[in-house]
């Protein structure tokens, strides 16, 4: 079945650290994949997504490549600001032509930056 | 931007009771809205999808008499949770989408926090 897998948090780091969430998923066909961030308080927003092997996503200084060989969607950040502090959830939507798009999530990922 | 609010976002109520959860697109068509639990530390889990005007598709496992979900127009969808108990305290995360292809994103509501005394 479909499925997704990311690292479990919280990950903690200083402002301007460099950022890697990993996210590795298990579909068959070409789903598409998507990181969504969720701000305390606040719902879940779309932060990037890919749709095809080897795209790049990108967003806010965030960026996830579709690794088809690797079954992975890393999020990276190369300096993050406080305000990057959120949960982060990896998904994806499996392939399939016309009917809803289904999202099947990681568990998330806490992220705390402090100054 | 699409805007999808959800209330109420914290309800206690008594075992027994039956709560409602109203999830509506602002600013925006919603062809398909989507409901979701999510438990302490843990994914959102999809319960079903609900297109305007037809009967919901439920996900494997999820007891569609105990919730039920109206999707009567195209900015409101409703999720009633019947004769609530305690193990139906959970987060309640409702999203919507303005189209059925799988390029359309999904919006999200801030959740509702039910907790069942």
């Known amino acids: 079945g479909n499925s997704v897998t990311q690292m479990e948090g919280p990950v903690t780091l200083s402002e301007e650290a460099f950022l890697t969430i990993n996210c590795t998923y298990t579909?068959?066909?070409?789903?598409?994949l998507f990181w969504y961030v969720q701000y305390p308080g606040e719902g879940l927003q779309l932060l990037l997504k890919?749709?095809?092997?080897?795209d790049k996503g990108s967003n806010k200084g965030f960026e996830a490549t579709y690794r088809k060989e690797t079954t992975s969607f890393h999020l990276e950040k190369g300096s993050v600001q406080v305000s990057d502090s959120a949960v982060y959830f990896c998904a994806l939507s499996p392939p399939r032509g016309r009917g809803y798009n289904k999202l099947i999530f990681g568990a998330g990922t806490r992220l705390a930056v402090h100054p | 931007g699409a805007v999808v609010s959800q209330h109420p976002s914290w309800v206690i109520c008594k075992s027994g009771t039956s709560v409602k959860i109203e999830c509506r697109s602002l600013?925006?068509?919603?062809?398909?809205m989507f409901w979701y639990r999510q438990f302490p530390k843990q994914s959102l889990m999809l319960m079903a999808t609900?297109?305007?005007?037809?009967?919901?598709?439920?996900e494997q496992g999820v007891e569609k008499d105990k919730f039920l979900i109206n999707h009567a127009s195209l900015t409101l969808s409703t999720l009633t949770v019947t004769s609530a108990h305690p193990e139906d305290s959970s987060f309640y995360i409702c999203?919507?989408?303005?189209?059925?292809?799988?390029?359309?994103?999904?919006?999200f509501g801030d959740g509702t926090r039910l907790s069942i005394l």
């Open positions: 890919a749709t095809k092997a080897d």
């Open positions: 579909a068959t066909g070409y789903p598409s």
């Open positions: 600013d925006f068509q919603a062809t398909t």
């Open positions: 609900s297109n305007e005007g037809s009967k919901a598709t439920y």
């Open positions: 999203s919507a989408s303005s189209g059925e292809d799988s390029n359309q994103p999904q919006h």
